[in-house]
């Protein structure tokens, strides 16, 4: 049975950091591309970020570019999203999410799929 499951999330004020994880199993981790998605209430869920499955080229959505860092851990099937200097318009409930070979933007390609972590951040 695959299980992703996500941690980290919470109530942050506008200029903090908060780093979310998201923990593997049941699958060969090495074998996925793993990426974060996020939906606003009342909007689509859109691409924040993503990485090869040998954890280099990391891509990112232009909004958290500069700011987002994506990073995983093949040893703890682990991936992390370090977000620094949060704004408001980055509230959502944020997934993290698996993709057999290489990674894309679209939602619709990944295989697995987290529940959910909720980011709120307040002005």
């Known amino acids: 049975q695959v299980q992703l499951i996500e941690s980290g999330g919470g109530l942050v004020q506008a200029g903090n950091s908060l780093t979310l994880g998201c923990a593997v199993s049941?699958?060969?981790?090495?074998?996925?591309?793993m990426g974060w998605f996020r939906q606003a209430p009342g909007k689509e869920r859109e691409f924040v970020a993503a990485?090869?499955?040998?954890?280099?080229?990391?891509y990112y959505a232009v909004t958290v570019k500069g700011r987002f860092t994506i990073s995983r851990d093949n040893a703890n099937n682990t991936i992390y999203l370090q977000m620094n200097s949060l704004k408001p318009e980055d509230t959502a409930l944020y997934y993290c999410?698996?993709?057999?070979?290489?990674?894309?933007?679209?939602?619709?390609?990944?295989?697995?799929w987290g529940q959910g972590t909720l980011v709120t951040v307040s002005p």
């Open positions: 999410a698996a993709k057999y070979g290489f990674y894309g933007t679209d939602w619709s390609l990944y295989d697995y």
């Open positions: 049941g699958l060969t981790f090495t074998t996925y591309a």
């Open positions: 990485i090869a499955k040998n954890g280099r080229n990391p």
